[in-house]
């Protein structure tokens, strides 16, 4: 096999390997010290754990909780037993905590911030992985009964539930100071192997709109059109095959809205960003998942409500459901706006899904104003996630991709389209002259030259953060919001924001 790269996840030294035979990518952790030398310290830990009375005895720890007790007692039995603290010694202690939970076998993946999702078919198997650089990778790890045991154990304890053959599937969250997963495991007998798990690692830094544009997943022009449209508080919805990154993208640009409103989510798994950081007004709402029929906060029933919360912008999360359809056209109609994400192939099947199975009227599907498709596909073994296409529905006399029902005809107007030959996303209508922008001047003030300008203005300010490089969450806001937000900038105010 032939190397490809490698890097170190102290205390663990990666190399990225290729077989060229069978065209397989493999991720190869290697320990960069010789476990076998702290055997006995180890036993003499897990002793003096045992013997210790005190939290342990009386409190059921989130496992951040539990690494933090451990990291304790361990640098005492360091300090006890003449070890000198530095560097080492540090990370020296977090493998051990991996060890005395049992965890060791999968402390690479769960640290290295390459890794997006951990995957394993069935027992016995080895575990393979998304890699942000490499794609997907075959790893040389096969955990035995006892770490899968160990592993669903914590899982059951970090959500305070079971997992057994009448209820043989499991998600479950779990956050600590250097990782932050969510791994859905299934068992007999709904794994016919057995076992079966997918492990997602939630990235601890987020990702920003700058950071996506230089990962190609969507042009500067388009990330401009987005933001112009944002500001004036049109809906977004997200539509992608599971793992494309819809999520990553709304995020991104949920982070932009204005400062002055009022947001509300309501998610059955928190996805959206926590920004009390970052002096945004904004509530979160954790819903019962709609697998658990016996919940009594259901995510329909809440977006129903928001009407009598008053909210400016309101995150959904994912629309699964007809019941969450139905909510959330209603919310639509009745005048609130966001950001949502649906599984989906493409706009037409999603629209074809909530006419035809959701049983959505035609004419509320007028409400969605903008619908992003993002896409994931293999170029051999890397993984792409991009924008392939951005729409926007329009009304019945303008002619394109249209989707008939009954008396209403459903046009789907292509802004932007991934060209597979150019490898790009490209603009497909003069901007001037969409359907929401159209929409936009009906009420706004908004002459070509106005118009022009403003989306200039944007596109050099995300330029200079792209070529800078300046990816950080923080400068992301404040160089942005600098245009989105206030008046339209002259260029010797945009050459001070750009200086800061």
Known sequence: MNTITKYSILPYQVQIKKDDQHSHQYYIPTLLFNETKYHSFIKMLKTKILQKNGELDTTLMKLSQLMSYLRRIIDEQLTQNQFKMNIKTEYLREWLIYKILGLEQLMCLLIDDNIQEIYLDKPNSPLYIDHTDYGRCLTNIILTSTDLQKFVSRLCLEKDTFINHSNPSLKAEIETRTFHIR????????AADGFSMNVRKLRRKIWTLPELIANNTLTIEAASYLLFLLKRRNNFTFIGE???GKTTLANA???????????????????????KHFNRFQTRFLVTPFEKKSGQLTKSEEIIKLLHRSPDWVFLGEIQTAEHSNALFEALSAGLVGIQTCHGRSIELMISRWIQQHKISPICILSLDLLIQVSIGFDNWQINRRVSRIAEIANSEQEK?????????????????YDYHENKLVKCLDLYKTPLVNRIRSYENLSLKKFNLELEQIQKILQYLVENQIYDLSNTLRYLSSILYNKLLTEQKKECVLSK
């Open 183 to 190: 791994a859905t495991v299934d068992i007999s007998p709904l």
């Open 242 to 244: 599971p793992g494309s």
């Open 253 to 275: 640009i949920d982070l932009l809205t204005a400062p002055q409103w009022r947001k509300i989510s309501i998610e059955e798994v928190i996805e959206s960003v926590d920004q």
């Open 401 to 417: 991709n249209p989707i008939n029902q009954t008396d209403t005809e459903i046009n789907i107007i292509d802004i932007f389209q």
